[in-house]
C-alpha cells in the first residue's frame, strides 16, 4: 500500500487505535471483486472471506456498500455465507445495494427496499433509439430493477464510446427525471436522492462510529470519500482508500492510501487487522 502522506500515515495510525469503534466500509466491482467483461461473472476475490471475517472481529462492523441489486452482490460474493461467520463471533455485516436504496444485514436477511422509480420504464423504452444515435448500439445494457446500467467495455472501442454516450444518456435521464452515476465504462441511470456518502453518514450514526474507512475505485465512491472527510473533520478516526486502476482516477487525489486492485485491498484489510490485533494484546 502506498500512503499518499504524512497525514495518511497518522490517520491510519489513529484508525489501528479506533479499531473496535471503526465502521470498514468497501465497494464492490474493483475493490473485492475484479473489474471483469461480463458483470455477471464479478465474483468475490477468493481471499476475500477469510479476510473480511477476521477484520470483523477488531472492528465495530463491516458494509459492501455497491451498486449492484443487493441480491447480485450477496450471490457473487457468498455474502451469505460471510455474513453467517460474522455473525458467528457476534458482528455485523451489512449490504447496501444500488447505492444505497436496498438493505440487507447478517441479522436480519431480508433485502428490504422501494419500487422502480418513475420514469425509468419510459427511460427504457427509448434507451435503444440513443444508443443507436451514439454508434453504441451494441452496448450491453443490465436490468437492475431500481436502475440500468449501460456498459461500453464489450465495444471495440469501449473509452471513445463511453464519451459519446455519457453527454446523450444525461440527457435522456434528466428528461425522465433520472440522474446518472458514470462509472469505469458504465454509466448508470437512476433515481435521485439517495449515493453511497448517505450511507457512510447514516451507518456513522446510526452505528455511534468512533472511526470509519471506506474503500472504493472510482466516480460512483467519490460521494462515500466526501462524507468520510467530513466525519474526518469531526474528529472521527477516518481513512480513504483507493483501489486504483489505469481506467479511473478520480478518487486518487481525495484518498490516503493507494492499493491496486481487490488483492490490494485485502492485503491492507488484513494489515490493519493485524495491527489492531496486535495493540490489544
Same mark, same amino acid.
Given at each position: 500500500?502506498?500512503?499518499?502522506?504524512?497525514?495518511? /500515515?497518522?490517520?491510519? %495510525?489513529?484508525?489501528?487505535?479506533? +479499531? @473496535?469503534?471503526?465502521?470498514? *466500509?468497501?465497494?464492490?466491482? =474493483?475493490?473485492?471483486?475484479?473489474?471483469?467483461?461480463?458483470?455477471?461473472?464479478?465474483?468475490?476475490?477468493?481471499? &476475500?472471506?477469510?479476510?473480511?471475517?477476521?477484520?470483523? +472481529?477488531?472492528? @465495530?462492523?463491516? &458494509?459492501?456498500?455497491?451498486?449492484?441489486?443487493?441480491?447480485?452482490?450477496?450471490?457473487?460474493?457468498?455474502?451469505?455465507?460471510? =455474513?453467517?461467520?460474522? *455473525?458467528?463471533?457476534?458482528?455485523?455485516?451489512?449490504?447496501?445495494?444500488?447505492?444505497?436504496?436496498?438493505?440487507?444485514?447478517?441479522?436480519?436477511?431480508?433485502?428490504?427496499?422501494?419500487?422502480?422509480?418513475?420514469?425509468?420504464?419510459?427511460?427504457?423504452?427509448?434507451?435503444?433509439?440513443?444508443?443507436?444515435?451514439?454508434?453504441?448500439?451494441?452496448?450491453?445494457?443490465? /436490468?437492475? *430493477?431500481?436502475?440500468?446500467?449501460?456498459?461500453?467495455?464489450?465495444?471495440?472501442?469501449?473509452?471513445? %464510446?463511453?464519451?459519446?454516450?455519457?453527454?446523450?444518456?444525461?440527457?435522456?435521464?434528466?428528461?425522465?427525471?433520472?440522474?446518472?452515476?458514470?462509472?469505469?465504462?458504465?454509466?448508470?441511470?437512476?433515481?435521485?436522492?439517495?449515493?453511497?456518502?448517505?450511507?457512510?453518514?447514516?451507518?456513522?450514526? /446510526?452505528?455511534?462510529?468512533? =472511526?470509519?474507512?471506506?474503500?472504493?475505485?472510482?466516480? *460512483?465512491?467519490?460521494?462515500?470519500?466526501?462524507?468520510?472527510?467530513?466525519?474526518?473533520? &469531526?474528529?472521527?478516526?477516518?481513512?480513504?482508500?483507493?483501489?486504483?486502476?489505469? /481506467?479511473?482516477?478520480?478518487?486518487?487525489?481525495?484518498?490516503?492510501?493507494?492499493?491496486?486492485?481487490?488483492?490490494?485491498?485485502?492485503?491492507?484489510?488484513?494489515?490493519?487487522?493485524?495491527?489492531?490485533?496486535?495493540?490489544?494484546?
Amino acid at each position: 500500500m502506498e500512503f499518499t502522506s504524512v497525514r495518511a /500515515e497518522q490517520r491510519y %495510525a489513529a484508525l489501528v487505535r479506533a +479499531a @473496535a469503534e471503526t465502521v470498514v *466500509g468497501l465497494d464492490f466491482d =474493483g475493490t473485492l471483486s475484479p473489474i471483469v467483461d461480463d458483470p455477471e461473472q464479478a465474483h468475490i476475490h477468493p481471499g &476475500a472471506r477469510e479476510v473480511l471475517v477476521d477484520l470483523a +472481529a477488531q472492528v @465495530a462492523a463491516v &458494509a459492501v456498500v455497491t451498486g449492484r441489486p443487493a441480491r447480485q452482490a450477496l450471490d457473487l460474493g457468498g455474502l451469505e455465507e460471510v =455474513g453467517n461467520a460474522i *455473525g458467528a463471533s457476534g458482528k455485523e455485516l451489512y449490504l447496501f445495494g444500488q447505492y444505497g436504496n436496498e438493505r440487507w444485514s447478517s441479522s436480519n436477511h431480508r433485502v428490504i427496499g422501494p419500487r422502480p422509480p418513475h420514469g425509468l420504464a419510459t427511460f427504457l423504452r427509448d434507451l435503444a433509439r440513443t444508443l443507436r444515435q451514439a454508434g453504441a448500439a451494441g452496448a450491453f445494457v443490465e /436490468e437492475k *430493477g431500481l436502475a440500468v446500467a449501460v456498459h461500453t467495455r464489450r465495444l471495440a472501442e469501449p473509452e471513445a %464510446a463511453f464519451e459519446r454516450l455519457l453527454p446523450a444518456l444525461r440527457t435522456l435521464a434528466s428528461q425522465h427525471d433520472l440522474v446518472v452515476e458514470p462509472g469505469r465504462n458504465v454509466i448508470e441511470v437512476r433515481s435521485a436522492g439517495m449515493h453511497k456518502g448517505l450511507v457512510v453518514e447514516r451507518l456513522a450514526e /446510526e452505528l455511534g462510529a468512533g =472511526g470509519f474507512l471506506f474503500a472504493g475505485d472510482d466516480l *460512483g465512491d467519490v460521494e462515500a470519500f466526501e462524507a468520510v472527510a467530513v466525519l474526518d473533520r &469531526a474528529g472521527l478516526a477516518t481513512l480513504r482508500v483507493c483501489s486504483a486502476s489505469d /481506467e479511473e482516477s478520480a478518487l486518487v487525489p481525495l484518498s490516503d492510501v493507494l492499493v491496486k486492485g481487490p488483492e490490494g485491498v485485502l492485503g491492507l484489510l488484513a494489515q490493519l487487522t493485524a495491527d489492531a490485533r496486535d495493540l490489544r494484546a
